[in-house]
């Protein structure tokens, strides 16, 4: 079976501040996730699984763990592996406070981008659209492989305002990260209207550019 191979981190509070190294494997039947310092192993839960909210954790003394550990709450949890998508793509969105947000991924058949996750008031009408490789930030973060920060979406010269205008959604800033596998850009990431005025730290991009990564791989997942 051939696997595909992601690297991401995870900040443990308890090993006085050190990251952990987790490899995530994509294969024919399943999803394994692997603490590579330890050896420990996780399953993702089949798609046939009761699906189950992640347990709510209490926020450790250092703030910068915790969301790592609310990620590492629903890698570790029950539930179908395309349920945990959606779930790592709900904390990404309350750790950005945005009110908006979605997981396109990439169909290498037609050269497009296609919503697979969405969440907020529009959730539903974004879903027919499909946005061109470079079309747009989402299209642009996705071609090139990069983080978009926009904190002005209207004066943006990446900015696609065809989806918003359609849908009657007024989108005021968008932080866009794509969503890397074995050094190949299977999707993006994109979270829509975080708070006016403020830019997020670079603490906060670097956990929302793994939760683009690790909700590539979930939402991928042929199962």
Not at 37 to 50: E, H, I, N, S, W
Not at 58 to 76: C, G, N, Q
Not at 173 to 196: H, K, M, Q, W, Y
Not at 207 to 220: P, R, T
Request: a negative charge; glycine letters at 8%.
């Amino acid at each position: 079976m051939a696997a595909i191979r992601l690297a991401i981190e995870r900040f443990n509070a308890d090993n006085h501040g050190e990251f952990h190294s987790w490899c995530c494997e994509a294969l024919d039947d399943r999803v394994e996730v692997v603490e590579l310092q330890t050896g420990k192993r996780f399953r993702l839960t089949d798609a046939g699984a009761q699906s189950a909210a992640p347990p709510v954790l209490d926020a450790p003394a250092d703030e910068r763990a915790y969301p790592y550990r609310r990620l590492a709450a629903i890698v570790d949890g029950r539930g179908a592996t395309r349920d945990k998508a959606g779930a790592v793509l709900d904390l990404a969105m309350e750790i950005a406070g945005a009110p908006a947000g979605s997981v396109l991924l990439l169909d290498e058949a037609r050269g497009d981008l296609y919503f697979s996750e969405a969440r907020g008031e529009k959730a539903d009408a974004v879903r027919s659209f499909r946005l061109h490789l470079g079309q747009g930030i989402a299209g642009w973060s996705a071609l090139h492989g990069e983080t978009l920060v926009v904190l002005n979406a209207a004066t943006d010269p990446q900015f696609h305002a065809e989806i918003a205008r359609t849908i009657g959604y007024e989108t005021r800033s968008i932080i866009c990260t794509p969503a890397r596998i074995a050094d190949r850009t299977v999707g993006v990431l994109e979270l829509l209207n975080f708070p006016e005025g403020e830019k997020p730290s670079r603490d906060k991009v670097e956990f929302l550019e793994k939760c683009a990564c690790l909700c590539g791989l979930l939402a991928s997942a042929r199962y």
